[in-house]
């Protein structure tokens, strides 16, 4: 089954950006942890970053056509894209939103999703392990919904 993991802006300058909020793992690291995860529970990884919102728009109406759930870290657009929060309500599949850091112990204006109320959960504050605990998290979630 195929598996959308999406990022949104300034996650392609991990290893570099913020290590002390963000860690000193690559994006090429997070890609490659996140596809091995993803195997292991039988999806078919489709991991894509952009700083663009017309893309990950455009990526989330493919996942909505394809049934295909999806994991994803809208980044900044968390806190002020209803255009992203509208597309992923159109999703067709379960959506977990996740995020390296916690936003909640973070700044003010970090601390408020708009995306959130149109997934099935939110997975943050663990780094690279939110990725990981949001892919095992899907598979249990789908494994129930077909029982």
């Not at 802006?9 to 950006?17: A, I, Q, S």
Request: net charge negative.
């Amino acid at each position: 089954m195929k598996l959308y993991i999406l990022n949104g802006p300034n996650l392609g300058r991990l290893g570099t950006r913020q290590p002390e909020i963000y860690g000193a793992m690559t994006f090429a690291e997070l890609e490659q942890a996140c596809k091995v995860e993803a195997e292991k529970f039988g999806f078919d990884a489709e991991f894509k970053q952009t700083d663009d919102e017309a893309t990950l728009i455009k990526w989330l109406h493919e996942a909505a056509d394809a049934a295909a759930p999806v994991i994803m870290n809208p980044a900044a657009f968390t806190h002020y894209s209803y255009a992203v929060r509208d597309a992923a309500a159109q999703l067709t599949a379960p959506f977990i939103e996740v995020h390296l850091s916690n936003p909640a112990a973070r700044e003010e204006f970090r601390q408020h999703s708009v995306t959130a109320p149109v997934s099935i959960g939110v997975v943050a504050g663990f780094g690279l392990n939110s990725y990981l605990l949001a892919i095992s998290a899907m598979r249990e979630y789908l494994n129930n919904v077909k029982r």
